[in-house]
């Protein structure tokens, strides 16, 4: 309705300035590299088989929890460098909901396995 009355808000996107080919291949590329990095780090880091005080080495939950918390503290501040303006309600979102909430499930579903044992 409004790129009737005002056409030059729109010209960037039906000219594709912005979305073309190029810059897909480029956000693929950038993508693609930071999985492998975000990846391969830690099973570098784990491939020694570090062992804990009981004697038993680290295994594939280890490694994804690192993982995914590397993904996490990534794809946060990827998202804060993109935007242009931060406020509080969205610091509160990133740090209040998202990162207390999953190191609090974190520490939960480890102390819960320490009690079911």
Not at 16 to 23: E, I, M, R, V
Request: aromatic fraction near 18%; charged fraction near 10%.
């Amino acid at each position: 309705m409004y790129r009737k009355f005002i056409p030059a808000l729109y010209h960037v996107g039906q000219r594709g300035l912005k979305c073309n080919t190029s810059t897909f291949y480029y956000y693929l590329f950038l993508a693609t590299f930071q999985a492998g990095v975000l990846y391969f780090i830690p099973c570098l880091c784990f491939e020694t088989n570090i062992l804990d005080q009981s004697g038993e080495n680290n295994d594939i939950w280890t490694l994804s929890i690192a993982v995914f918390t590397s993904l996490l503290i990534v794809i946060h501040n990827k998202l804060l460098l993109m935007t242009k303006t931060i406020d509080i309600l969205q610091v509160m979102v990133y740090v209040i909901l998202s990162y207390t909430s999953y190191f609090g499930y974190l520490y939960l579903t480890d102390d819960w396995t320490s009690i079911v044992r």
